[in-house]
Protein backbone atom coordinates (compact mmCIF):
# COMPACT_ATOMS: atom_id res chain seq x y z
CA UNK A 1 0.00 0.00 0.00
CA UNK A 2 0.78 3.38 -0.54
CA UNK A 3 -0.34 6.65 0.43
CA UNK A 4 -2.62 8.51 -2.36
CA UNK A 5 -2.92 12.01 -3.53
CA UNK A 6 -5.88 14.25 -3.75
CA UNK A 7 -8.40 13.14 -1.16
CA UNK A 8 -10.64 14.61 1.86
CA UNK A 9 -12.27 13.63 4.84
CA UNK A 10 -16.14 14.12 4.21
CA UNK A 11 -18.02 13.45 7.51
CA UNK A 12 -17.30 9.78 8.03
CA UNK A 13 -16.42 9.14 4.46
CA UNK A 14 -13.73 9.57 2.50
CA UNK A 15 -13.86 12.06 -1.29
CA UNK A 16 -11.36 10.61 -3.85
CA UNK A 17 -10.49 13.37 -5.93
CA UNK A 18 -8.76 11.78 -8.70
CA UNK A 19 -10.83 11.33 -11.25
CA UNK A 20 -14.98 12.77 -11.87
CA UNK A 21 -16.46 10.14 -10.01
CA UNK A 22 -15.49 11.92 -6.85
CA UNK A 23 -15.85 8.40 -5.41
CA UNK A 24 -17.25 8.29 -1.64
CA UNK A 25 -15.46 5.90 0.13
CA UNK A 26 -16.33 4.33 3.38
CA UNK A 27 -13.84 2.51 6.08
CA UNK A 28 -12.36 -0.49 4.67
CA UNK A 29 -14.02 0.05 1.11
CA UNK A 30 -12.39 0.33 -2.14
CA UNK A 31 -13.80 3.19 -4.78
CA UNK A 32 -15.07 2.38 -8.66
CA UNK A 33 -11.32 1.28 -9.22
CA UNK A 34 -10.97 -1.22 -7.03
CA UNK A 35 -7.42 0.05 -6.08
CA UNK A 36 -7.91 2.85 -4.20
CA UNK A 37 -9.27 1.82 -0.55
CA UNK A 38 -9.99 3.92 2.58
CA UNK A 39 -7.91 2.33 5.48
CA UNK A 40 -8.69 3.57 9.27
CA UNK A 41 -9.50 7.10 7.30
CA UNK A 42 -6.52 7.33 5.31
CA UNK A 43 -6.91 6.59 1.43
CA UNK A 44 -4.19 4.48 0.19
CA UNK A 45 -3.38 3.11 -3.27
CA UNK A 46 -3.26 -0.29 -3.96
CA UNK A 47 -1.63 -0.49 -6.90
CA UNK A 48 1.68 1.72 -6.63
CA UNK A 49 4.45 0.18 -8.35
CA UNK A 50 2.59 -2.99 -9.09
CA UNK A 51 2.87 -3.32 -12.77
CA UNK A 52 0.77 -5.54 -15.00
CA UNK A 53 2.67 -4.71 -18.32
CA UNK A 54 6.14 -2.93 -19.06
CA UNK A 55 7.13 -3.28 -23.15
CA UNK A 56 9.12 -0.79 -25.38
CA UNK A 57 7.01 0.17 -27.98
CA UNK A 58 7.09 2.26 -31.39
CA UNK A 59 5.22 5.81 -30.22
CA UNK A 60 2.90 5.57 -33.49
CA UNK A 61 1.10 2.44 -31.52
CA UNK A 62 -0.06 4.81 -29.04
CA UNK A 63 -0.91 5.89 -30.86
CA UNK A 64 0.82 9.35 -31.63
CA UNK A 65 1.51 10.13 -35.20
CA UNK A 66 2.74 13.52 -34.41
CA UNK A 67 4.57 12.99 -31.38
CA UNK A 68 8.44 12.55 -32.00
CA UNK A 69 7.97 10.11 -34.77
CA UNK A 70 9.71 6.76 -34.93
CA UNK A 71 10.97 7.03 -31.85
CA UNK A 72 10.61 4.04 -28.99
CA UNK A 73 8.59 4.68 -25.73
CA UNK A 74 8.52 2.55 -22.48
CA UNK A 75 4.82 1.71 -22.09
CA UNK A 76 3.76 1.08 -18.44
CA UNK A 77 0.47 -0.06 -16.89
CA UNK A 78 -0.94 -0.70 -13.61
CA UNK A 79 -4.14 -2.79 -12.59
CA UNK A 80 -7.12 -0.14 -12.83
CA UNK A 81 -9.70 1.59 -14.63
CA UNK A 82 -12.39 4.13 -13.75
CA UNK A 83 -14.74 3.16 -16.50
CA UNK A 84 -16.21 0.16 -17.40
CA UNK A 85 -16.31 -0.19 -21.29
CA UNK A 86 -18.33 -2.88 -22.18
CA UNK A 87 -16.35 -3.70 -25.39
CA UNK A 88 -12.54 -2.85 -23.45
CA UNK A 89 -10.13 -4.24 -25.59
CA UNK A 90 -7.54 -4.54 -22.58
CA UNK A 91 -9.96 -5.81 -20.06
CA UNK A 92 -7.74 -8.78 -18.56
CA UNK A 93 -5.24 -6.03 -16.91
CA UNK A 94 -7.58 -3.40 -16.41
CA UNK A 95 -10.31 -4.02 -14.93
CA UNK A 96 -9.38 -5.89 -11.40
CA UNK A 97 -9.85 -9.75 -10.94
CA UNK A 98 -8.00 -12.46 -9.00
CA UNK A 99 -5.52 -12.88 -11.86
CA UNK A 100 -4.09 -9.25 -11.78
CA UNK A 101 -4.75 -8.34 -7.61
CA UNK A 102 -1.90 -6.37 -7.21
CA UNK A 103 -1.10 -8.37 -4.37
CA UNK A 104 0.22 -11.06 -6.69
CA UNK A 105 2.40 -8.64 -8.82
CA UNK A 106 6.52 -7.49 -8.27
CA UNK A 107 7.49 -4.17 -6.95
CA UNK A 108 8.90 -1.82 -9.38
CA UNK A 109 10.31 1.49 -8.35
CA UNK A 110 9.99 4.58 -10.38
CA UNK A 111 13.76 4.47 -10.89
CA UNK A 112 13.85 1.19 -12.02
CA UNK A 113 11.35 2.26 -14.83
CA UNK A 114 13.16 5.30 -15.69
CA UNK A 115 16.66 3.17 -15.96
CA UNK A 116 15.31 0.94 -18.03
CA UNK A 117 13.55 3.40 -20.47
CA UNK A 118 17.11 4.95 -21.12
CA UNK A 119 18.59 1.30 -21.37
CA UNK A 120 15.93 0.36 -24.22
CA UNK A 121 17.10 3.92 -26.03
CA UNK A 122 13.23 5.22 -25.48
CA UNK A 123 12.66 8.98 -25.59
CA UNK A 124 9.65 9.16 -23.54
CA UNK A 125 8.07 7.04 -21.11
CA UNK A 126 4.11 6.00 -21.97
CA UNK A 127 1.54 5.42 -19.09
CA UNK A 128 -0.85 3.23 -21.37
CA UNK A 129 -2.75 0.14 -21.65
CA UNK A 130 -4.63 0.63 -18.50
CA UNK A 131 -6.22 4.50 -17.39
CA UNK A 132 -3.16 5.76 -16.08
CA UNK A 133 -5.18 8.05 -13.81
CA UNK A 134 -5.72 5.28 -12.00
CA UNK A 135 -2.20 4.55 -10.87
CA UNK A 136 -1.77 8.29 -10.41
CA UNK A 137 0.83 8.50 -7.78
CA UNK A 138 3.22 5.90 -9.28
CA UNK A 139 3.32 7.60 -13.03
CA UNK A 140 3.84 10.95 -11.01
CA UNK A 141 6.84 9.44 -8.96
CA UNK A 142 7.98 8.07 -12.54
CA UNK A 143 7.38 11.23 -14.77
CA UNK A 144 9.52 13.43 -12.12
CA UNK A 145 12.63 11.19 -12.31
CA UNK A 146 11.87 10.87 -16.34
CA UNK A 147 12.09 14.97 -16.77
CA UNK A 148 14.62 14.72 -14.73
CA UNK A 149 16.33 12.63 -17.06
CA UNK A 150 15.91 14.31 -20.31
CA UNK A 151 12.65 11.66 -21.06
CA UNK A 152 9.10 12.75 -22.06
CA UNK A 153 5.83 12.01 -20.52
CA UNK A 154 2.71 10.68 -22.30
CA UNK A 155 -0.38 9.30 -21.39
CA UNK A 156 -3.02 7.11 -23.15
CA UNK A 157 -6.52 8.07 -21.04
CA UNK A 158 -9.99 7.77 -20.86
CA UNK A 159 -9.87 11.39 -20.14
CA UNK A 160 -11.86 11.56 -17.30
CA UNK A 161 -9.72 12.50 -14.51
CA UNK A 162 -10.13 15.39 -12.05
CA UNK A 163 -9.44 18.84 -12.49
CA UNK A 164 -7.60 18.59 -9.78
CA UNK A 165 -5.18 15.70 -10.73
CA UNK A 166 -4.60 18.24 -13.86
CA UNK A 167 -3.86 20.83 -11.88
CA UNK A 168 -1.39 19.11 -10.42
CA UNK A 169 0.19 16.64 -13.03
CA UNK A 170 -0.05 18.98 -16.01
CA UNK A 171 3.43 20.60 -15.52
CA UNK A 172 4.52 17.40 -16.18
CA UNK A 173 2.54 16.51 -19.09
CA UNK A 174 3.89 16.43 -22.96
CA UNK A 175 1.93 14.69 -25.06
CA UNK A 176 -1.86 12.67 -24.47
CA UNK A 177 -4.09 10.45 -26.44
CA UNK A 178 -7.57 10.43 -25.14
CA UNK A 179 -9.84 7.92 -26.59
CA UNK A 180 -13.51 9.25 -26.65
CA UNK A 181 -16.12 6.28 -26.41
CA UNK A 182 -18.70 7.93 -28.24
CA UNK A 183 -20.47 11.57 -28.40
CA UNK A 184 -23.90 10.88 -27.51
CA UNK A 185 -24.33 11.02 -23.37
CA UNK A 186 -26.82 8.32 -22.99
CA UNK A 187 -24.93 5.96 -24.73
CA UNK A 188 -21.20 6.89 -23.14
CA UNK A 189 -23.29 6.88 -19.72
CA UNK A 190 -24.58 3.22 -20.61
CA UNK A 191 -21.74 1.30 -21.47
CA UNK A 192 -18.92 2.99 -19.99
CA UNK A 193 -20.13 3.82 -16.73
CA UNK A 194 -18.75 7.64 -17.30
CA UNK A 195 -19.94 11.37 -18.22
CA UNK A 196 -19.52 12.19 -21.49
CA UNK A 197 -18.99 16.10 -20.53
CA UNK A 198 -16.23 16.19 -18.42
CA UNK A 199 -13.97 14.72 -21.17
CA UNK A 200 -14.79 16.86 -23.23
CA UNK A 201 -14.15 19.81 -21.04
CA UNK A 202 -10.50 18.26 -20.15
CA UNK A 203 -9.53 18.12 -23.89
CA UNK A 204 -10.16 21.38 -24.11
CA UNK A 205 -8.07 22.27 -21.04
CA UNK A 206 -5.37 19.84 -22.17
CA UNK A 207 -5.37 21.51 -25.79
CA UNK A 208 -5.28 25.52 -24.35
CA UNK A 209 -2.30 24.56 -22.20
CA UNK A 210 -0.23 23.17 -24.88
CA UNK A 211 -0.07 19.61 -23.94
CA UNK A 212 0.03 17.79 -27.66
CA UNK A 213 -3.11 16.04 -28.21
CA UNK A 214 -4.30 13.42 -30.01
CA UNK A 215 -8.09 11.62 -29.82
CA UNK A 216 -9.09 8.27 -30.60
CA UNK A 217 -12.26 6.84 -31.48
CA UNK A 218 -12.45 2.62 -31.48
CA UNK A 219 -15.92 2.68 -33.35
CA UNK A 220 -19.03 0.08 -32.45
CA UNK A 221 -21.68 -1.01 -35.17
CA UNK A 222 -24.63 0.15 -34.00
CA UNK A 223 -23.82 1.90 -31.16
CA UNK A 224 -21.46 4.75 -31.64
CA UNK A 225 -21.02 4.80 -35.15
CA UNK A 226 -24.07 6.68 -36.00
CA UNK A 227 -23.61 9.38 -38.64
CA UNK A 228 -25.12 12.15 -36.22
CA UNK A 229 -22.44 10.83 -33.13
CA UNK A 230 -19.18 11.31 -35.81
CA UNK A 231 -20.38 14.12 -37.35
CA UNK A 232 -20.71 16.14 -34.10
CA UNK A 233 -17.42 14.20 -32.57
CA UNK A 234 -15.54 15.67 -35.46
CA UNK A 235 -17.15 19.38 -35.54
CA UNK A 236 -16.37 19.16 -31.63
CA UNK A 237 -12.82 18.11 -32.88
CA UNK A 238 -12.91 21.15 -35.56
CA UNK A 239 -14.25 23.71 -33.41
CA UNK A 240 -12.90 23.38 -29.93
CA UNK A 241 -9.63 21.42 -30.57
CA UNK A 242 -8.56 22.49 -33.77
CA UNK A 243 -8.48 21.38 -37.24
CA UNK A 244 -4.60 20.58 -36.62
CA UNK A 245 -5.57 18.12 -33.74
CA UNK A 246 -5.05 13.93 -35.29
CA UNK A 247 -8.00 12.00 -34.83
CA UNK A 248 -7.53 7.93 -34.91
CA UNK A 249 -10.39 6.30 -36.05
CA UNK A 250 -10.48 2.44 -34.83
CA UNK A 251 -11.69 -1.00 -35.83
CA UNK A 252 -13.43 -2.72 -33.33
CA UNK A 253 -12.70 -6.49 -33.01
CA UNK A 254 -15.20 -8.91 -30.80
CA UNK A 255 -14.13 -9.39 -26.91
CA UNK A 256 -14.82 -12.46 -24.81
CA UNK A 257 -17.14 -9.79 -22.79
CA UNK A 258 -18.63 -8.44 -25.79
CA UNK A 259 -18.98 -10.92 -28.61
CA UNK A 260 -22.38 -10.32 -29.60
CA UNK A 261 -21.04 -7.39 -31.68
CA UNK A 262 -19.22 -8.06 -34.94
CA UNK A 263 -15.70 -6.57 -36.14
CA UNK A 264 -16.60 -3.04 -37.70
CA UNK A 265 -16.98 -3.37 -40.84
CA UNK A 266 -13.98 -1.75 -42.54
CA UNK A 267 -16.28 0.43 -44.63
CA UNK A 268 -17.40 2.13 -41.55
CA UNK A 269 -14.09 2.79 -40.76
CA UNK A 270 -13.80 4.94 -44.52
CA UNK A 271 -17.28 6.74 -44.20
CA UNK A 272 -15.85 7.77 -40.93
CA UNK A 273 -12.58 9.26 -42.39
CA UNK A 274 -14.18 10.94 -45.12
CA UNK A 275 -16.60 12.66 -42.52
CA UNK A 276 -13.68 13.73 -40.67
CA UNK A 277 -11.76 15.40 -43.71
CA UNK A 278 -15.28 16.92 -44.93
CA UNK A 279 -15.27 18.20 -41.61
CA UNK A 280 -12.52 19.86 -41.88
CA UNK A 281 -9.96 18.15 -40.12
CA UNK A 282 -6.43 17.67 -41.68
CA UNK A 283 -4.96 14.66 -39.81
CA UNK A 284 -7.88 11.71 -39.57
CA UNK A 285 -6.01 8.23 -39.60
CA UNK A 286 -7.95 4.64 -39.77
CA UNK A 287 -6.64 3.26 -35.98
CA UNK A 288 -5.71 -0.62 -36.94
CA UNK A 289 -7.02 -0.98 -40.89
CA UNK A 290 -3.12 -1.22 -41.74
CA UNK A 291 -3.50 1.79 -44.24
CA UNK A 292 -5.05 5.03 -44.55
CA UNK A 293 -1.85 5.78 -41.83
CA UNK A 294 0.20 8.08 -43.93
CA UNK A 295 0.84 11.88 -43.11
CA UNK A 296 0.28 14.61 -45.78
CA UNK A 297 0.34 17.93 -46.22
CA UNK A 298 -3.08 19.84 -45.94
CA UNK A 299 -2.11 22.11 -48.12
CA UNK A 300 0.09 20.95 -51.17
CA UNK A 301 -0.92 17.01 -50.62
CA UNK A 302 2.82 15.72 -50.40
CA UNK A 303 3.05 12.72 -48.70
CA UNK A 304 4.81 13.49 -45.72
CA UNK A 305 5.27 10.12 -42.92
CA UNK A 306 5.04 6.86 -44.67
CA UNK A 307 4.00 4.76 -41.93
CA UNK A 308 3.44 0.35 -42.15
CA UNK A 309 0.51 -0.04 -39.66
CA UNK A 310 2.35 1.48 -36.47
CA UNK A 311 6.02 1.57 -38.11
CA UNK A 312 7.54 4.80 -39.53
CA UNK A 313 9.47 4.07 -42.87
CA UNK A 314 9.95 7.58 -44.12
CA UNK A 315 9.62 11.05 -42.28
CA UNK A 316 10.61 13.70 -44.79
CA UNK A 317 9.60 16.75 -42.39
CA UNK A 318 12.43 18.75 -41.30
CA UNK A 319 12.02 21.62 -38.75
CA UNK A 320 8.43 20.82 -38.48
CA UNK A 321 7.85 22.15 -42.15
CA UNK A 322 6.51 20.51 -45.46
CA UNK A 323 9.76 20.14 -47.41
CA UNK A 324 7.94 21.19 -50.48
CA UNK A 325 5.58 24.55 -49.68
CA UNK A 326 6.86 25.18 -46.37
CA UNK A 327 3.87 25.03 -44.57
CA UNK A 328 3.99 24.29 -40.74
CA UNK A 329 3.01 20.81 -39.80
CA UNK A 330 1.43 20.66 -36.65
CA UNK A 331 3.07 17.96 -34.17
CA UNK A 332 6.44 17.76 -31.77
CA UNK A 333 8.68 16.53 -34.94
CA UNK A 334 12.49 16.06 -33.39
CA UNK A 335 13.47 13.76 -31.66
CA UNK A 336 17.31 13.21 -30.07
CA UNK A 337 18.42 11.50 -33.31
CA UNK A 338 16.80 13.95 -35.63
Known amino acids: MHNARLWTVAGDVIECQLCNHYCRIREGRKGLCQVRKNVEGQLVSLNYGKLIAAHVDPIEKKPLFHFLPGSKSYSIAATGCNLRCSWCQNWDISQ ?16 QVVKAALRSGCESISYTYTEPTIFYEFARDVSVLARQAGLKNMWVSNGYMSGQMLDEYLPLMDAINVDVKAFDENVHHKFTGAHLQPILDNCRRLKKVGVWLEVTTLLIPGINDTREQIEGLADFIVNELGVDTPWHISRYYPQPQFQEIQATPPETILKALKIGEDAGLNFVYAGNLGRYVDTYCPVCREMLVARSSIWMSENKIIGGVCPKCGTK ?6 TKSG
Open 96 to 111: FSNHNDPDRLAYTSPE
Open 329 to 334: IAGVWE
